[in-house]
Every structure is written in C-alpha cells, then in structure tokens.
C-alpha cells in the first residue's frame, strides 16, 4: 500500500519530469531554430533579420510552452501575452532600424565568418533560453495559486519597463533622424536621467516577469529561475550591451568636453541619483 507520503514524493517527481520535458523541448526548438537563422544570414552574409529571429523565437517558444504545459491559468496567459508584446515591439523596431540604417556594427567583422557568426546565432539561443526561463517554468507548471502581491507588482515593473525602454528608443530613433543633430550625441528626454535607460527599461520588465513567475514556484530548482533576470543585467551591464556602446561613444566624442561633462553627471544605468 502506497503511502500519502509516497505518493506525494512520486507526484513530486512526475510534475518536474513534466517541467523537463517542456524545458528539453524549447530548448531544442530554441536551437533548431537559430541554426536555422545561422545558415541562411551565413548564406546571404547578412544579419539584418538577427534580432528579429530572437524576438520571433520569444514569442514563438512562450506560446509553444503554454500548450506542452497543458494547462492555461490566467497567470500563464498574462506572462505569455506580455512577453508577446515586448517580442513584437522590439522586434519590429530593431528590424526597422537595421532597415534604415543597412548594417549593424556589430557584425563588422562577423558576418563575412560563417564560424564566428555562427558563434554569435548561439550566443543569442542561450540569451533566449536563459531570459525566458521564468515564464518557461511557470508555463510548464499545472499547479496554480491565487494572483498575490508578487504578481501585480511584478506586472506593475513590467509595464514600466516597457513604457520607459519603448519611449528611450523612440526618443533616440527621433534625434538620430534629425538632420539637425548630425555627430551629437542625446542627451534629452530619459536620456539626460541615463545613459542607457532602453536597457534599464529591458531589465526591469524581465525582473518583474520572473517576479511574477515566482508565485507559483517551490524548490531550489525552479527557485535557480532568478538567475535569468540576473543574466540580462549581467549580459547588457558587461557583455553585449553597455560595454560596446560606452566604447564606441569615447571612441567618438570623447574629447567632447560638452560630452565628458555628460558622462560625469548622467547615471551609466540606473537613473536612481539624478532623480532624487
């Protein structure tokens, strides 16, 4: 006779067996689908749809763990929905701007290297992975709980997120498109709170998805969720985000006593000190 105690254990395990499978499964669609990506920009020598398979492979694997969870609770679908947004706004205006501008620096060096290039389309599989993980995990969960506290907070952070990075990135689209600012450099709008504030807004919305997500979260493993917010700050703060940007901006205006007066008195990320 199976006891409470192991029938419980056993259920435990079936449950995380599920959340396995789901998480296998998007992450060789993740895979499947930037090799994809890889060998068709390898074949044109061209990065212009990058970022938007990215975008594309967010929304599509968001979707795709909602239906091999099984189960559809409002939770799931508000997650599922604001990760749908964000993929299509950031999607359609980075696709938009390479557009415009015909390359990105970016893969200077890169595209002409089927190699390297195909190192890059990884790169981006594992940023994918590893920033949707949360909402992964909450897709894959049959289990639910009463929306609390952390959810509408977390929702709340979201939605600033997006409003704060959507309006940096619209405020920057605008003065670059102004004959009039030629070789300046912005510095109005959020941008005079941050120098980066598109990346304070993109990090803010992926902490509030997981803040959310994590209502319905028990274990170390499903707890291990919070290193994706983590990974974004890490990955824009260090890797592929500021550190580039702020290299290419000394590289351009740094004898610019108008720009080194910016530099000292503008927040690198968080605009926490010129707001208060």
Not at 6 to 27: D, N, W
Not at 220 to 244: D, E, T
Request: net charge positive; glycine share 10%; proline share 5%.
């Amino acid at each position: 006779m199976i006891s409470p105690g192991q029938l419980y254990y056993f259920l435990a395990a079936l449950q995380h067996l599920m959340m396995g499978s789901v998480l296998l499964k998007c992450a060789a669609a993740d895979l499947g689908l930037q090799w994809g990506g890889w060998a068709l920009a390898a074949a044109l020598r061209t990065e212009k749809f990058y970022d938007l398979a990215g975008s594309g492979t967010f929304i599509l694997l968001a979707h795709l763990s909602r239906v091999w969870g099984g189960a559809s609770h409002l939770r799931q679908n508000v997650q599922t929905g604001l990760v749908t947004a964000w993929g299509l706004r950031l999607g359609t205006f980075l696709f938009m701007r390479i557009l415009k501008d015909g390359q990105d620096r970016r893969f200077n060096k890169v595209r002409d290297s089927p190699g390297t290039f195909f190192v890059y389309w990884n790169v981006q599989a594992l940023w994918v992975f590893m920033t949707l993980l949360p909402t992964l995990m909450l897709n894959s969960e049959k289990r639910d709980a009463p929306l609390g506290p952390r959810d509408f907070i977390g929702w709340g952070l979201w939605g600033l997120g997006f409003a704060t990075e959507a309006i940096a990135d619209q405020q920057k689209w605008i003065f670059k498109n102004d004959p009039g600012n030629a070789g300046k450099f912005i510095q109005s709008g959020l941008w005079a709170y941050s120098r980066h504030p598109n990346y304070f807004g993109e990090i803010l919305q992926w902490g509030g998805l997981w803040l959310s997500a994590s209502s319905v979260m028990k274990g170390p493993l499903q707890l291990l969720s919070a290193a994706s917010p983590l990974f974004v700050w890490f990955l824009l703060r260090h890797v592929s985000g500021i550190p580039i940007l702020e290299k290419q901006a000394l590289k351009k205006w740094g004898a610019d006593p108008q720009f080194q007066d910016y530099i000292r008195n503008t927040p690198l990320l968080w605009p926490w000190p010129k707001c208060f």
